[in-house]
């Protein structure tokens, strides 16, 4: 970084427009800062071998929004802006051999190299940008993110129909964010956390800036409508949507999120969608989508076989 980008230090925090470019670079430099310490405090929730779908503590173990488990044993996996790999490690851990994560975060990879050493569980891992990857079309028969990159995209059409280049006919998208309303809120657990403070059609991207101005961590917020179309405009079908509440033998509290808060609305939203094995009948194999809250046992096990 040169001389006139200045530090890494925030100085101010704002909300306005932030393209590609500077929400990826800026985003790389936070977590790249960040990761050790993130890796620290929450490691041990997150587990070294373990799907978790947010703070809320939602296992992919217990909910099975991937479907199936059995099912994708022969399956093409790619985990989108993967962390350490906690979760690919997971899938690698119930058999899934063919699993590969993308971060943009090069700090978080050598931790996930870290933790292949100590697991003796291997996941190929690749510094991608979730808005640029680095593989061919109809690369992967199954794409699923947990709170990975996509929440970090001005661009949610543009991000979602990335992924689904690299999804074969047939592939599912599976992945979590945070729940849109979280936004009218300030990222506070405790009681000033339940009072709106912001529109939750104000759109400007949440930008922390150095001492020169420039963004040192982006995020931006999505509507639960701009994800719908986000998801049809890249030609996926939208098979489900998961709300989580809060569970009750979770204590722990992560940033903005907490037992108070997770029990009054949503912290997480875990979208589903399919890519059609033939765009042309792809009217005739929407079907309806769902909508859910709550912990859903099995639901992948509802969903159709794609």
Known sequence: MNDDAGGAEVHRVTRRPAGPDESAQANRVWWERAADDYQ??????????????GP????EADVRLLGPVEKLSGARVLELGCGAGQCSRWLRSQGVERVVGVDVSHRQLQHGLR??????????????DVQRLPFAGASFDLVCSAFGGLPFVPDAEAAVTEAARVLRPGGRLVFSVSHPFRWCFPDDPGERGLTVEQSYFDRRA?????DVGRAVYVEHHHTV??????????GLVLRDLVEPEWPEENPETWDGWSPLRGRLFPGTAVFTAAKPDD????DSR???ATARTGLVPAVGAETEDD
């Not at 809320?56 to 296992?59: A, K």
């Not at 003796?120 to 991608?128: D, I, N, T």
Request: glycine share 12%; aromatic share 10%.
């Open 279 to 282: 765009s042309a009948d792809r």
């Open 225 to 234: 409508g701009d994800w719908v179309r986000a998801i049809a405009g890249a």
């Open 206 to 210: 949440y930008v922390e800036e150095n």
């Open 286 to 288: 929407t079907g309806p």
């Open 56 to 59: 809320e503590g939602v296992d």
């Open 40 to 53: 620290a405090e929450h490691g041990s929730f997150l587990r070294d071998t373990g799907f978790l779908w």
């Open 115 to 128: 933790i292949d050493e100590h697991t003796g569980l291997r996941v190929p891992l690749a510094q991608a």
